[in-house]
């Protein structure tokens, strides 16, 4: 287990991905002087740590760890070779994992209550903060994301319970398993399992795996939260320990939503709660899923006692997270949406849900394939179904190819072929002023376009803006 002293100097390898940024800032919030480095310094992240006062280095420097940190945390992109690293290494400076970090000074004393699932993870862990903070049970927090609701995307306060994201992807190159397995969950939510991370995990079964091992970690007076919409987490539910209650739209759910109705603002429904009506709800976000995320955060609120009328009013105000279908603006009569969607499944559900939303006028998919599955040829049949809700694609290249090892590449080009043969309109462009020159001169007033990346696309977001702005 980790001992620091008060204001230790704890430096952070890869400070900018959205767990590690809001971790910085945690560590900042408990009185550590917090400092980083990264290659992949952007918006809106490097604007958050900005404002917290956080130092960070842009690129990987032994001169970064002068003066001599006290611990560094090294991020999972961070593997060796890396010249911050290596002196670590040699000059035998502390380190550890994110989770491990998380776990040591933050978690214990704690009831953890972790956000787990392949999608939904980060909205559902800030609906669950906002919703438990705006009932008073002061809950401590870490997102990996920017929730718009809350002032940061972390906290610590004086309740019993640490809400926090549980993500499947490995904890380091010294540990490569899923973070979860740090956080001995009180409450776990699965919201779905399917594969992703094909560097990482060799198939689903590797992935059912992890899942069915941080299941097995809640105790018989916690609880588990399982999406029984999904066959695979509902599954884990029923064979682990603890107990177990189901949410999703299908009526053998213990909490279901039934009766949608969508709209430009949002959409609403009923929730049914153990064969009881609790009346219709609304969120200010579309998308199915998104119905299943907000039914998993108010099951949970109301398991740990927040009445269900606060619930209500409480979930009507959530606005979102950062790059979760974060509207940017209309320019020039066009829709602007950024948006963090990069696995096929992701990007149908999102595509599907902005085009129940916004009938009018044609919508737009701006895709970057920057994960690390997406160097691979792992998803790219299953893409031109992914694509089928938009009007026209817009591929733009993979970030680093390089990660595809020995493994077949993706191929944007013959992804964007395969498109156009099946009669959508479709194009490849080599940069991100090329995507904004091809948006500004074919896109039309009332038209939406939504960008689609993990990673930082060039800035493309803000050259269209700029651009749609001056035409």
Known sequence: MLTLQDHAH????????????????????????VTGSDTAIYPPMSQFLDAEGIEIAEGFDPANLSPRPDLVIVGNAVS???????????????????????????????????????????????????????SGKKPSYLVAGLPRDLPRPYRLDSGPHFVLEGDEYDSAYFAKFAKFLFYRPQLLVINNIEFDHADIYRDLDEIVRAFRQVANQVPRNGLICACGDDEISNQLAS????????????PHNNWQARDLDVDEEGQSFEIVAEEASLGRWRIGLPGAFNVRNALAAVAVSSWLGVPVDDLRSSLAQFTGVRRRQEELGVIDGVRL????????????QTLEGLRAAHTDGRLWAVFEPASASNA??????RYL?????????????VPRPE?????????????????????????????????????????SSGDTVVFMSN????????????ALAGR
Not at 376 to 381: H, I, K, L, S
Not at 385 to 397: L, Q, R
Not at 457 to 466: L, N, R
């Open 10 to 33: 704890i430096h952070l390898i890869a400070a900018c991905g959205t767990a590690m940024g809001s971790l910085a800032g945690l560590l900042g919030g408990r009185g550590y002087r």
């Open 80 to 134: 060796r070779g890396n010249p911050e690293l290596e002196a670590v290494l040699e000059q035998g400076i502390p380190y550890t994992s994110l989770p491990e970090a998380l776990r040591d000074l933050f978690l214990h004393g704690r009831l953890p209550i972790v956000i787990t699932g392949t999608h939904g993870k980060t909205t559902t862990t800030a609906m669950t903060c906002w919703l438990l903070e705006q």
């Open 239 to 250: 064979d682990a320990p603890a107990p177990s209650l189901s949410f999703g739209l299908e």
């Open 337 to 348: 949406i950024d948006d963090f969607a990069h696995h096929p499944t992701a990007v149908g």
């Open 376 to 381: 691979r040829q792992t998803f790219e049949d």
């Open 385 to 397: 179904a992914a694509f089928d809700p938009a009007d026209a694609v817009v591929i733009a290249p």
């Open 403 to 443: 990660r595809a090892g020995d493994d077949a590449p993706f191929s944007e080009s013959r992804l964007t072929q395969r498109l156009t043969e099946a009669g959508k309109q479709a194009w490849f462009e080599p940069d991100a002023d090329s995507i904004a020159r091809r948006l500004v001169s074919t896109v």
């Open 455 to 466: 990673g930082g696309f060039g800035g493309v977001q803000s050259k269209t803006v700029e």
